[in-house]
């Protein structure tokens, strides 16, 4: 079975950059469509940004487009999300996620989980 674990989060000021990453190990992480979710407080989890097996095709959500990045190494089982101009409500606990089975942008599907990495925004 897959696992997943995530780094690179912080507190960083509005209008700032981070790169969360993501290793995986224990399964065929070439096989996986790959994705970030995210969940603040009091808030339900929700889709930040996936990628294809391959990596030459993305989906993102309109509150992130334009402004994160999601990437993967397949040689090195990590896959990466660069955030740039960071606001407040970005602000939550990211999520890196596994989809074993389906299709990349079938947002519903992703069935592996690491444990998360808090980001924090100031204003």
């Known amino acids: 079975q897959v696992q997943l674990v995530e780094s690179g989060g912080g507190l960083v000021q509005a209008g700032g950059s981070l790169r969360l990453s993501c290793a995986a190990s224990g399964g065929t992480f070439s096989t996986y469509a790959m994705g970030w979710f995210r969940q603040a407080p009091g808030k339900e989890r929700e889709f930040v940004t996936t990628?294809?097996?391959?990596?030459?095709?993305?989906t993102e959500a309109d509150s992130v487009k334009g402004r994160f990045t999601i990437s993967r190494d397949n040689a090195k089982n990590t896959v990466y999300l660069q955030m740039n101009s960071l606001k407040p409500e970005d602000t939550a606990v990211y999520y890196c996620?596994?989809?074993?089975?389906?299709?990349?942008?079938?947002?519903?599907?992703?069935?592996?989980w690491g444990q998360g990495t808090q980001v924090t925004v100031s204003s």
């Open positions: 990628i294809s097996r391959t990596g030459k095709s993305t």
């Open positions: 996620s596994a989809n074993t089975n389906g299709y990349y942008y079938i947002t519903g599907s992703y069935d592996v």
